[in-house]
């Protein structure tokens, strides 16, 4: 029995896979930085970070940076052994077992397949808004289904139609938000260019106030990984990829510290508080220095790097999907690609459909809007992603403990424990900050439902692992090359 199932399994993954070596490393930076939304962050973000840190919101995002790079290690270190659509799967199930790879590829595919309906509610309602300018009336829910035909059709034909779109626009919504940094801090700001933002003095609340403001900018960089599950797909994968993930890390860094900076220069040390209580900083700093036309030319590039967040977010979950479906954690439907297009079309489906069902239900049954949807949905998934965080975390520390050889230099034994150690640490704090934290209705819920999505995913793999215990050994082996 367990030879004809394994059989199957080869037989599946040999009719079924994914286009190889198409892409290249711009392809894969491409991936990472969608979906950190890096445009869609700073515009609502920041607001946040600056009611505990006042004026010094970047320094909370250099922290944030420093932990980003310390779990961005242990990613790469797995990416340059292997490659693999499973991503944090795969790495999870090779370091902690299969069983575990299970559970993280559960609570991270899941989470980002969920996180769909936030950014492309976000980007429907900011083309809303937009088009209301031009006495054009269209409810944002509108063309939110509009957006996401096109998101499929993007996903289903060419994996490199995503990449390249989603370089492009990232691209331009940088380079627009780096020009309003720039006429900020020409102009001098509010009270002078200067370097109080990187000063502990203006800590309203002093270091504490620094570490809560780092836990709301850590999220920001939740999504820099996102090539990882590109691997079969990428020429050279083991060289690529973790070079995009850390040019994905260090462009975050950068970008989020410059515009920070600009912003709190922006605003100035004495009007923080405004800063916090800001919904669209980044439109009162345009129509304040620039004028309306920048701001609504943002506008446009918040909303489009909303949706190519979407996209790297619908990528990633369909091929996470794909590896775990082929593996046959999840049913073997998922494994199956496009004959012509190679593309895990089911894998792309079903996260849409979950997307459509769950905005839909968000508006009609809670009577949500799209920023309601925004703060419940970001916070349910960043739970499940932080979780997959930990545990690949965790898994790193085992895996490369046990594959060390002799000879291998003390210092990289202290990196493999010390840097895992703080990335947890990180995480767990942001985690404990967001269960801890008031919130209001529905937000307050979504602890409860990411703890009993993580207590669905411990069961199935139990059950698993009793009715199907061969299948089970399989989990998180299959790899594009390693």
């Known amino acids: 029995m367990a030879t004809e199932e394994t059989s199957q399994t080869e037989e599946t993954s040999q009719q079924h896979t994914l286009r190889k070596g198409v892409l290249r490393i711009g392809d894969a930076i491409a991936q990472s930085v969608a979906l950190l939304a890096l445009v869609m962050g700073v515009a609502l973000s920041t607001s946040l970070a600056a009611g505990p840190a006042g004026s010094a919101v970047p320094l909370a995002y250099i922290i944030a940076a420093l932990g980003s790079l310390c779990l961005a290690y242990v990613i790469i270190r797995f990416t340059r052994r ?3 659509a499973g991503g ?7 370091g902690l077992g299969p069983q575990a790879g299970f559970v993280g590829g559960w609570m991270y595919a899941s989470a980002f397949a969920f996180g769909i309906s936030f950014t492309l509610a976000i980007a429907s309602e900011y083309l809303s808004q937009l088009l209301s300018n031009f006495q054009i009336s269209v409810h944002w829910l509108i063309i939110f289904c509009i957006l996401l035909i096109v998101l499929f059709l993007f996903a289903f034909f060419d994996i490199r139609i995503s990449t390249r779109t989603q ?20 102009k001098g700001g509010d009270s002078g260019v200067s370097l109080i933002p990187f000063s502990f003095g203006a800590l309203p609340e002093g270091l504490p106030g620094l570490f809560s403001a780092a836990i709301f ?4 960089f939740i999504g820099f990984e996102a090539a990882a599950v590109l691997g079969e ?16 890390v260090i462009v975050g860094a950068v970008f989020y510290i410059l515009t920070t900076y600009a912003m709190s220069i922006g605003y100035g040390a004495a009007h923080a508080g405004a800063w ?13 220095y620039a004028n309306s036309i920048l701001a609504a030319v943002i506008d446009l590039m918040v909303a489009f790097t909303a949706f190519i967040a979407s996209l790297a977010g619908l990528n990633l979950s369909s091929r996470m999907l794909y590896a775990m479906g082929r593996d046959g954690g999840l049913p073997r439907v998922f494994g199956i690609t496009h004959p012509r297009y190679h593309s895990p079309w089911v894998g792309i489906l079903v996260p849409l459909g979950i997307t459509l069902i769950l905005v839909l239900g968000l508006v009609l049954g809670a009577k949500l809007d799209a920023f309601g949807i925004f703060g419940f949905m970001a916070t349910t998934a960043s739970l499940g992603i932080l979780l997959a965080y930990i545990l690949v975390a965790v898994s790193g520390i085992f895996f490369f403990l046990r594959s060390r050889k002799e000879g291998d230099h003390i210092i990289m034994l202290v990196l493999d424990v010390l840097l895992p150690l703080i990335a947890i640490v990180l995480c767990g704090a942001t985690i404990y900050s967001t269960i801890t934290a ?5 937000i307050n819920y979504a602890p409860y439902i990411a703890l009993a999505w993580l207590v669905v995913g411990i069961v199935l793999a139990v059950v698993l692992s009793l009715v199907r215990a061969e299948r089970v050994r399989q989990f998180g082996q299959i790899l594009g090359e390693g």
């Open 82 to 84: 292997m490659a693999s």
């Open 276 to 288: 916090a209580k800001d919904q669209s900083p980044l439109d009162t700093l345009a129509n304040r």
């Open 233 to 248: 797909e990428t020429t050279n994968p083991r060289k690529a990829i973790p070079r995009a993930i850390l040019a994905a």
């Open 438 to 442: 008031p919130a209001p209705p529905p």
């Open 167 to 186: 370089l492009v626009l990232a691209a331009l919504g940088v380079v627009l938000v780096l020009v309003l940094a720039a006429i900020i801090l020409v």
């Open 217 to 220: 900018s850590f999220t920001s």
């Open 88 to 94: 944090i799967y795969t790495y999870v199930a090779q």
